[in-house]
């Protein structure tokens, strides 16, 4: 395999002609059909125009983004339009003159398609064409040139199904061929060495895999499983009132029970105890049980018969549904004595808030699971009978009922209507 450094290139200004200044630098190396050209997308970018100057970068960057993943100080992960995760949305200010910086191209796949149309007019044989940025990976260290534009080759390899050389069956392996050629070019395009393109030729290829844009390595929404940033994650949790098929796995509950344990809590207790109900008979002796309280309630405050069936029946249409209950408690045992009503009054808020923390945590622990979940008030109502039905002791305080089970089809995607912060705010 070789990797030849195109020498040659001029400095390119916006509307030049990229293929053919490039057609020009491949002649003298005589490329083959079949071999792959790597070109660095700064001078995609720098042809197609996409140079802005640099005082307004924050807003540059902005205007590139569609989702902000992560930000720490100056730097911003963002999501481009193309469902790029990168740096600062791509926005870059390297390899340029001063003041100015490059936005990535618009689409860096028919700008591939563009080049390898226009190689292939120029010199008589098919090439393909990898446009290259250079990105950094999450949990690695390190820079390396990846594909964001690709042509006349396949970017992904799908090799599930075949089998491994001890004919064991591949079940998940798909290879980014686009980004391991792009990594490749890297070599010898040195960040300072002004060469902005390469020759790839001899590589193992993939004779049947159909071509593919660089697009296809951008991994699909639903199968992205890092795709919320922790403060996306909040706003992300939905109540969800109905449940997919399948059991819960217990490990799913013991950690979002961990989250829910990692509340804070007064007087550095943990006062919060939860019982996870997953039998068909404990739920119903829990559902039993508090239709019958709330029955006698609604009874003393004289409702029609058919208005407490139905709200009783409305109630046990999210909780029966639920493959799991998880019904949490609070005590109060840590607070401090007081005398006046006041003071002792506070104490018991204290812990309180603490269960209703504890309980979103859980939700949350549930909701970055991809469970559904959702916080029906019940037990609070009917403390004596829930604890009595589920064995708990005088001290413990229910908190309501968290119904759980794997997400329905669809999701939690209804989105969550705005809010103007400034109505939730006071400054002083
Ligand atoms: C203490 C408490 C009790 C709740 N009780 C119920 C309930 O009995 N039934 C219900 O459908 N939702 C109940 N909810 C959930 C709210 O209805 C839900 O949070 C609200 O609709 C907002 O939806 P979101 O959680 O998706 O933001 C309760 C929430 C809290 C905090």
């Given at each position: 395999?070789?990797v ?66 992560a930000r ?24 340029l ?27 008589g ?24 534009g ?8 799908d ?36 060469i902005p ?11 049947s895999?159909?071509d ?33 098929d ?27 105890r ?25 009874r ?28 949490p ?20 808020d ?11 945590n ?20 009917c ?46």
């Amino acid at each position: 395999m070789e990797v030849t450094p195109v020498p040659g290139l001029p400095e390119i200004i916006p509307g030049a002609d990229l293929a053919e200044l490039l057609a020009e630098a491949l002649r003298r190396l005589g490329p083959e059909a079949g071999d792959v050209v790597a070109v660095t997308s700064k001078i995609v970018s720098k042809a197609e125009g996409r140079l802005v100057p640099g005082t307004d970068r924050g807003r540059w960057i902005k205007s590139e983004t569609v989702r902000t993943v992560a930000r720490r100080g100056d730097l911003v992960i963002a999501e481009t339009s193309h469902g790029f995760v990168c740096a600062n949305a791509g926005v870059d200010a390297s390899n340029l003159d001063a003041g100015m910086i490059a936005l990535l191209p618009e689409d860096p796949d028919a700008s591939a398609e563009h080049l390898r149309e226009g190689l292939r007019t120029r010199l008589g044989v098919p090439l393909g064409v990898v446009i290259t940025d250079t990105f950094g990976r999450p949990w690695r260290n390190g820079l390396v040139n990846v594909a964001i534009g690709a042509a006349g080759l396949p970017s992904v390899v799908d090799l599930r199904g075949t089998a491994d050389h001890n004919g064991r069956p591949l079940d998940m392996t798909i290879v980014a061929f686009a980004d391991e050629l792009a990594a490749a070019s890297g070599l010898v395009m040195p960040k300072a060495g002004r060469i902005p393109a390469a020759l790839i030729h001899g590589f193992a290829g993939h004779a049947s895999a159909p071509d593919s844009s660089a697009r296809a390595l951008v991994r699909p929404v639903a199968e992205d499983l890092f795709r919320s940033s922790p403060l996306q994650a909040i706003g992300d949790r939905r109540t969800v009132r109905s449940f997919g098929d399948g059991a819960v796995p217990r490990e799913a509950i013991i950690a979002a029970v961990e989250a829910a344990c990692t509340a804070p809590a007064p007087h550095h207790t943990r006062p919060w105890r939860f019982v996870v109900l997953e039998s068909a008979a404990a739920k119903h002796r829990l559902l039993r049980a508090i239709a019958e309280a709330w029955r006698a309630d609604l009874r003393a405050d004289r409702a029609p018969e058919d208005v407490i069936e139905r709200r009783i029946a409305r109630s046990d249409a999210v909780l029966d549904a639920a493959p799991v209950l998880i019904v949490p408690f609070v005590r109060f045992a840590g607070a401090h004595p007081y005398e006046d009503a006041e003071r002792g009054g506070a104490e018991r808020d204290m812990f309180l808030l603490s269960g209703g923390a504890a309980i979103q945590n859980l939700l949350l622990g549930l909701s970055a699971q991809n469970m559904a979940g959702s916080w029906i008030s019940s037990t609070l109502f009917c403390q004596e009978e829930t604890r009595a039905t589920l064995g708990l002791g005088d001290e413990w305080f229910a908190l309501g009922t968290v119904a759980t089970g794997l997400m329905p089809g669809g999701g939690a995607s209804r989105p969550r209507p705005p809010i103007e912060p400034e109505d939730f705010l006071t400054w002083s």
